[in-house]
C-alpha cells in the first residue's frame, strides 16, 4: 500500500494492547500469515489475559475507551464469548456505514488532526534552493517502525533493506516535490529547485529535467490489500483486512459480497546517475495527499498489482496532476481546519485520488470504494472537475460497478487471493457481474456489527497517527 508504514492501526487487537500475556506456540505445520482468530484463542487460553480484558475495556483511550455501554457488550461478546471467527470478516460496515463511523468517531474524539511533521509546507524561504542529491542521512534500522506490544505481538511494518539504502535520497525528493507541488500555476512567490544549471518550480519539470539528464521516471498504478493492523505474532504475519460490505449479492446464496478494503497508489520509481528514489502517491490515513518515501516491506498477504504503467509524457502528466492534488487538497483543508482526521473520508480514502489520476489518464476508473463529499469540490478547477466526475459509493441504493470491485483487486488471478471464501464469492459473481448491469434488488440479510462498534474502530484506528 513498498510503503508499509501507509496503514492505520486498528482491529480488536488495538483494545487489547498492553494486556497480553505469553501465548502457546502455534503448531509448526502453519502458513505463514494467520487469522486474527488463532491468534485471539491463542491468547485467550491464559485465564489472567481473559479477566484483563474484561477488567480493562472502556478504562483506556487505546482500549476502548470512546466505547458506549453497547459497544463494550459487542466487543465482550466476541471476544469473551470466544466468536473469534467473526474476527476475520470485520467489520462488515457497509460504505455509508462506514462514513457514520468516521463522523461518530469525529464527534467522539471532538478535534480535528494535527498537522503530522510530513504535511507540504507552504512556499517560503529559502525560494532557491539546490536539489539536494544524493542526500545525507542513514538507513533506517530494521525495527526502526516496529513496536513491541509485549509477548509475544508487534505492530507496524519491517524495514526493506533495498529500499532502507535509497531512503534518504526518496525523503528529499518527497519533499521537494511537495514543496513546488504548492506552487500557485500563476504569479507568485515560488519555491524553486536548481538542478544541472535549471531553475525548475514544478514537480513535472523537475523529473522532466532528471530524465533528460539520463534518469529512468517510471510511474505505477498500484493496488493491494489494506492491513489495518500491521500485526506480527511470535515473528508471523497476522490477517487483519477491514472487511466492507459491498451490499452486492453473492448469486446463489443469501449473502452480500465482503471485501477487504483495498488501498491504491502511484508509485514513481527514480533511477539514474544522481538521484534513486522510491516514492508512492497517495491520500492517507494521516490526512495528507503527498508523495511519500517509501522504505518498509509489506507482509505478503496484501498481495498487489500494478493496473496501470506510465513511462515517458505520460509519467511526467501523472506526476503533474498529482502536484495539482496537492496544492488543490492543501487549500480544502486551509478553508475547513475542523474536519476530523485531516478530512479522511470526506475528501476522500487513499482510493479518491489515484481514481482522478485513472480518470485523467485512461477514461474511468476501477478503484473501490471512493468516498469523498462532492460539496469540497464545487469550482471549476481541473481537480474539482475530477472529483465531481467520480463514481462515488456513498450513495443510498446505488450499487457499485462490480467491475471496479474486481478492477481494485491487487492480483490478476482469483485463485491466488489469500482468502478461500473471498475467493469462492468472486468466482460465483464475476461471470454474472460482468456480464449485465450491477444487480439491484432487496439486500439479502446479512448479520453485521452495528454502526456503533465501526465507529469505535476508526476512532482507534485514528488515536494511532501514522503516515497513512
Request: hydrophobic share 45%; glycine share 10%; net charge negative.
Amino acid at each position: 500500500m513498498r510503503t508499509g508504514v501507509r496503514h492505520a492501526a486498528g482491529l480488536t487487537v488495538l483494545t487489547l494492547a498492553g494486556l497480553l500475556l505469553v501465548p502457546a506456540p502455534l503448531p509448526a505445520d502453519e502458513p505463514s500469515a494467520l487469522p486474527l482468530s488463532q491468534v485471539m484463542a491463542e491468547l485467550s487460553r491464559n485465564p489472567d489475559f481473559v479477566a484483563a480484558v474484561s477488567t480493562r475495556l472502556g478504562h483506556h483511550p487505546k482500549a476502548g475507551g470512546i466505547l458506549g455501554p453497547d459497544e463494550i457488550k459487542r466487543l465482550r461478546e466476541l471476544i469473551l464469548g470466544e466468536n473469534f471467527e467473526a474476527l476475520d470478516r470485520f467489520p462488515a460496515l457497509t460504505v455509508r456505514g462506514l462514513g457514520r463511523s468516521v463522523w461518530l468517531a469525529g464527534a467522539v474524539l471532538n478535534h480535528p488532526a494535527d498537522a503530522p511533521s510530513g504535511r507540504p509546507a507552504t512556499v517560503k524561504e529559502p525560494l532557491d534552493d539546490e536539489l539536494g542529491i544524493p542526500a545525507a542521512g542513514e538507513a533506517p534500522a530494521q525495527g526502526a517502525f516496529l513496536s513491541p506490544l509485549g509477548f509475544g505481538l508487534a505492530m507496524g511494518d519491517r524495514t526493506d533493506p533495498t529500499l532502507a539504502a535509497r531512503y534518504a535520497d526518496g525523503r528529499r525528493l518527497a519533499e521537494v516535490l511537495n514543496r513546488l507541488s504548492l506552487n500557485a500555476p500563476d504569479d507568485g512567490r515560488r519555491s524553486r529547485i536548481i538542478f544541472a544549471g535549471q531553475t525548475l518550480d514544478s514537480p513535472a519539470a523537475l523529473l522532466g529535467a532528471l530524465a533528460a539528464a539520463g534518469h529512468d521516471v517510471d510511474v505505477r498504478d498500484a493496488r493491494y490489500f489494506a492491513n489495518f493492523g500491521d500485526l506480527i505474532y511470535q515473528g508471523r504475519d497476522v490477517l487483519t483486512p477491514f472487511w466492507l460490505d459491498t451490499e452486492l449479492p453473492v448469486p446463489g446464496t443469501d449473502r452480500t459480497l465482503l471485501v477487504p478494503v483495498s488501498h491504491s497508489q502511484h508509485e514513481v520509481i527514480v533511477r539514474g546517475p544522481v538521484v534513486n528514489a522510491d516514492l508512492s502517491f497517495y491520500f492517507g490515513i494521516d490526512g495528507e495527499a503527498m508523495f511519500r518515501p517509501s522504505v518498509t516491506r509489506d507482509q505478503a498477504w496484501v498481495m498487489g498489482r500494478v493496473a496501470h504503467r506510465y513511462r515517458g509524457p505520460d509519467a511526467l502528466e501523472v506526476v503533474r496532476l498529482a502536484g495539482a492534488i496537492v496544492r488543490a487538497y492543501d487549500a480544502i483543508k486551509r478553508h475547513h481546519l475542523d474536519l476530523p482526521f485531516g478530512g479522511y473520508y470526506a475528501l476522500g480514502v487513499c482510493n479518491d485520488i489515484n481514481a482522478m489520476i485513472e480518470l485523467h489518464m485512461q477514461g474511468a476508473t476501477t478503484l473501490f470504494p471512493l468516498t469523498l463529499d462532492p460539496e469540497f469540490f464545487p469550482g471549476e478547477g481541473e481537480v474539482d472537475r475530477l472529483a465531481q466526475r467520480l463514481p462515488l459509493d456513498s450513495a443510498r441504493g446505488v450499487p457499485p460497478d462490480p467491475k471496479r470491485i474486481l478492477g481494485a483487486l491487487p492480483v490478476d488471478d482469483l485463485s491466488a487471493l489469500p482468502f478461500p471464501a473471498l475467493r469462492q464469492d468472486l468466482e460465483a459473481g464475476r461471470a454474472a457481474w460482468t456480464s449485465g448491469p450491477p444487480p439491484h434488488g432487496d439486500r439479502p440479510a446479512v448479520v453485521l456489527l452495528s454502526t456503533a462498534a465501526g465507529a469505535v474502530i476508526i476512532g482507534l484506528w485514528f488515536v494511532r497517527r501514522r503516515r497513512a
